[in-house]
């Protein structure tokens, strides 16, 4: 600080300060520099010549100008923070500004996550046929971190009654809640019910959720009082959800906060589900919105499906008393996404193609999110129809006249303005089990006895295909057994061949490599995307068009097997 | 598992399975128990009675009935996972399921956190006339832990330009990224820039952005490389923000993720705002809804005040080229908060009394947020008739009758159905310093000379009740020295005195005995809460009364010096 001093008196007159520093005692009001003018009336030199040490103020200075008043952040007794607030980084600044060194925070609750069950191995271990990967603990732990608590994961107990008793009541006496994982139905080793009544008091053995039926809620012993336990069901889905419902809730109320109230949008739904009239049932759906409508695409049910959970945007819950809901009903969505990624989303509808999960790969590095459902090429061009997606991916074949997608697209889409856009030539064929032991050639060979059949659903591509050629041949579907066994994807119909459902299928190339099956090439088909004009121009979609002629991406499709790239990106037609 | 085999061939025909068991190699189809009967042919008792060794199964079975096909979850070469996404507790389920042990992650940033000042002081240590605690570092690096970075925080060091050099070169060698707090504007020791040019390169000194503007960013020498350092501005509003708006993004492309899209809203502005033309402005906004309207309050300006950051519910970006914006504009807010929060904010507008801090305290246990905004008396009867508020504090008196309030309510909010309810009542005074040096008995002796007076803005209860015990007393404003120095809470007055601003200002006791100041009572008076009827019975508002009625709640005003909560929580008035 160096000091202006009258000469004659010796009294501090001024003083340079930096922005920010406090306000000597003596002082009463702050000059901006630039309303200060040196002047050389000082004998002794400025040890610092941009400092000097006499001047003059150019204009009048009110007492107090340029001073921040103190109390103008914040004075004592005033609030800073509620209680059961989480503490946001500038949170913690407020407090040290006031002074505190520290605050009170509530206690993170210890929770202890117990796997069971002879048949669990742990991640990484030698899996042999009839093992299952344990993986529901390193999710709820993972959860339980995420909402505050402490998770101590414990090892895989086998379904042994004494060892669970021996591990639970361990676990009870150093920590606050139990998750005890699986065992929860009524099976012949499913533990849970018993452990829960040697150890405490079961309150509750099943509840009206789906998934997440078997849920067991007890208190069990520990120390002189008791905790808390849950059995939580061995289903992914279902355990996951059992956290969710269940865990999050006790895990806030114990940390005096609120659980996550997550956003919610009203979407339409893209078809049809049923729902069991008895329970709650939480629906997983992916969430797009097309123009200004927001739309639910349901996914799959099983609770054994944990990816359901991964590419869920959020969770209707259908209500109890209610039988399920009709496509084109108006769902209430808990979203598990921030609503602006939904705004970045390019919701596609329509033909199953293995390119789409590598497109989605790419368009994640343009900052889009390609949420793609698959009801068939016929369904997404009615989905386009009902402004329900932003593309869709089709494989039409019109018998008549050899050309692809454009005879239904005037069908379907009368008065809808579409580009049609190539995305790959692709080899269709029979997917068979590894060496082809039927021996199996054409299609003429589904009538043969002894061989089975697995389908794709109506209105798909490679369904309007089979029909095409079944009727080319004289084959009536009646003479082909599994005819009416119906799969969404090219993949499922690969999964229901390498699981000996059936002995063949008609898919590409790519789903039968993908489960090391053999694969009988029989056509070339045109995959292409249908986009109606007033996407095609959209800022949402111009990331696509980038991937599209991105060499790498043509590069990768390229290693599947039976496709072809050189067309991909070509605008095929305008339809108007 | 029990085997059952046929007695005549040994051939095995069925097993017992529990829910979720993998189907045995020999099995093609599942019967659930409920239609399987128990019979006695076997001459071999069963080990176990409840699973005997015979079976008659209740109705046909189709093959592969009640079998989950492979494949139903994922399959090889499906997409788990797109890049650039942020692992949530299911997607460590949905990795491990597919058999991964591990998946490559981006690695995260490392960061170093360097606070310069002279004057900074540890948190936690002894703290003198001029010293400023320095938190910012503590900010800064839990910004940076929240989005994803490792922060060092480093120690204070000196203002002393080979001290910084040196502690930056270090901090530049084992970093991705260095943040040196405060020394970044213009001032004597502001070295920031001169230890960028010296180390590397200046690009950027002070960007169009307020608060922040002294930001410095450049890149300087690390092994054979060279990283970016980024000059954050002392004010500890600036620093947080030049976190959100230069650190955030980096860090986000750094792990090949979407910086965090906050929600946004459209709100309207409770009052008038300036704004500096050449720079964006970065207004702190608390954020309600009332009726369907939601509604923005700006909060304090000062880059100093970081409680204004803590109150915030969002910032609206005022952009370069506008003046400001008049009460009544649509501002469109960044939320910080889920707006699902926003739902159970009671919105209140008008006078300002320190119960409302603790009110806000009471309410948080009842999952209400109270928002308040400082706008006197008449400016929340204001806020009434627009719809923007949901209750106002008031205490307006009629000199005519002797009332409170009444006469306001019916000339500010005719046709408006409105309910009276009581807070306290409470002592207004003159706050001195403590020993009331000037000796200041009355108001009348604010005319004498010598004696300056702090005020409150006009509309302020207070300032009400000022303006007529003066022209009861024949005093005319002119006379008093700084009866134009306004400032809009009790708090602030009190402040002023303490800091020696005005010698005395007309507020309540509790604001002088928060900053340890002398009070003389004067008048007592009546603060009410005036509610529109349309929200008297709403849910939201339901939390309130139950407060109000709370003996804790009522103790803890009590304690509080100058209260009487003897009334609180009486309906005093319905006017319609």
Redesign the interface.
Known sequence: MTLLCDPSTGLRLAA?L?????L??WA?AVIPIENVEPIDVDQQPSA?P??PHAIRIRSAVV??SH???????????????????TL???????I??C?H?GVRLAKRPRVAVLPTGT?LVE??KP?R?????E??S???A??VE?WGGEATRFAIIPDDLEAILEQVSQAAESHDLVLLN?GS?A????YSARVVEELGELLVHGVAVRPGHPVILGMIRSGDGKIPIIGVP???VSA?LT?EIFVQPLLARWLGR?P?????VSAILTRKVTSTPGDDDYLRVAVGRVGQKFLAAPL?R?S????S??RADGIAVLPRGSQGLPAGATVEVRL?R????LERTIFAIGSHD?TL??L??F???C?R?LASANVGSQGGLVALRRGEAHLAGSHLLDPETGEYNLTYIREYLPGVPVKVVALVDREQGLIVPSGNPKMLQSLADLARPGVSFVNRQRGAGTRVLLDYQLRLLGISPESIQGYSQEEYTH??V???V????ADCGLGIA?AA???DLDFIPLYHERYELVIPDVYFHSDLLAPLFQVLADPSFRQAVATLPGYDVSRMGNLVAEVR
């Not at 996550?260 to 919610?264: A, F, I, R, Y």
């Not at 054994?304 to 990816?307: E, K, S, Y």
């Not at 390498?498 to 459902?501: L, V, W, Y």
């Open positions: 340079y930096d922005t920010g520093d406090p000597p005692e009463d610092n941009r400092r007492p107090w001073v921040r008043p103190i109390g103008e952040d914040i004075v004592a007794t005033q609030l800073v923070l509620p209680a059961g607030h946001r980084p500038v949170d913690l600044g407020a040290a500004a002074g060194t048949e991640i990484g899996v046929a009839g093992d299952i990967i993986f529901n390193l999710v709820l993972a959860q995420q699986a139905s099976g012949s080793e499913d061995g289903y992914p996951a956290g609120q996550d109230q997550p956003g919610t799959a099983g054994g499906v944990i990816t959970l991964v598990y921030n609503p602006a990624e293995m999960d590598l989605s790969q368009l994640a590095k900052d999110r993949l499922a690969a999964a229901a390498a699981s000996r459902r790519a490599q993908a489960l």
